[in-house]
């Protein structure tokens, strides 16, 4: 018999059907053959489709370190002022960096919630007094030190010695003590008025006796300076607003209530002179981040918003966030204005007297019929009038240089939360109220 036929597998496995009818295929070498489509990217499809195509924010630089060595230290700082706008921010950010607080005048009520601070020392007394000033200085190792208010009133009672007179004092005083920095608080307002932004080594222009006492105070510190400590740093900020803030631009507070009494619609106005302002607690944000900065020693910054508008813009957003509605098209801005700006600056104050006196007028009785804390002012102050005679853009590229960043970059969200505050410490009503 022959030998037996194997038995031929008919059915082979499934795989080895499937590797059968895939063809072997060559090794391909780098951009041989066609290669497997992908999605186009975001830009790419903007592109195609004709659109601009949205660039990525190039990142923030990281803030330059800090002085080690001297934050080691100061532990103990002297504040002048502390009732104003930045020296109230200034005190309670000192408190929460753990410094040891010594405040001149703490007097007014919104200062009553400090009192309780453990680290927090309140002292009244003559700022020109070398014995009182030498009594408040034992154991400082910083100074942060407004001449005077934005109101051009002194900081130490009324009438209160000379703010340069005392200010010498305290500078002197400062190096006798070892004391080893010295912030001076004065304004932006002292460069006059300008077509383009104002820098720090442009050349100042004081027009009145409040510009004039600033200029003062700086020469004190800056052209004169003592050998050796304290190292000096000057801050020269716009027209400031924000909580607790009872002078420079606190009066547009007392605008949109007044318009309110009125009916719910304001008239826009367009233009104006462009101007820069500031939240006081960016002022005070500022300074504390000056102060053991070492590029800081010796020099002056200005401190500013990021978004310079024309003054009728300003106004107009007070009014929104107050919840008045536009009434368009709107006006252009006052031709009182242009009138007061091709004026001597003492005789546009003389002509625009009777209007601010009719404003606050009107703004006393809306104090009494709703029962409101009587501490702002309606129509012009020292430093809203000087606003209305040309441009003022503070240029704060300096100190953002240092890596510095505002809290408040934009008007509208400083305005809403100074409001916010006004309206609960009834020195403004409520728009419900009206």
Known sequence: MGKKKGRRVKNPPKAKKAAARVPKRSPRTP???????????????????GRPVARKKPAAPKQAPFSKALREEISTVFVTGPRGCVGSFLVQHLLRAGYSVIALDGKGPENLALSGKSKL?????????????????EGVDA?????LHADGKPLYGDPGPSPVRASRTLYR?????????????????????HHGPVTEDMAL??????????????????????????SVTVIRPASVYGPGCRASMASLATLPPLVKTLGPYYIPLSGGPRTSLVHGDDVARAALFLLLHPKAYGSVFNVAGNDPMPFGHFLNEAMESYGLKPLKPGVPYPPSTLLQSILPYDQADEIFNPLGKLSNILWERLVRIHRLNKVLLAGKNQ?????????????????????????????RRGWDRTLAWYMKHRWIP????L
């Open 121 to 137: 020392t309140l002292k009244q007394g003559d700022l020109s007094n070398p014995a009182f000033v030498s009594s408040c200085l």
């Open 31 to 49: 951009g041989a053959g066609t290669r497997k489509k992908t999605a186009p990217s975001k830009p790419e499809r903007a592109s195609q489709a």
């Open 173 to 193: 005083l400062a190096r006798e003590h070892g004391v080893k920095r010295f912030i001076l608080f004065t304004s932006a307002s002292l460069y006059g008025r």
């Open 383 to 411: 430093q809203t009038v000087p606003l209305g005679t040309g441009d003022l853009v503070v240029d704060n590229r300096k100190l953002l240089g240092l890596g510095f960043r505002l809290k408040y970059p934009k008007f």
């Open 430 to 433: 409520g728009p419900d109220e």
């Open 205 to 230: 222009e004081a027009r009145d006796e409040y510009e004039q006492t600033q200029s003062e105070l700086e020469s004190i510190v800056l052209e004169d300076p003592l050998p050796g400590l304290p």
């Open 143 to 147: 100074i942060f030190h407004p001449g």
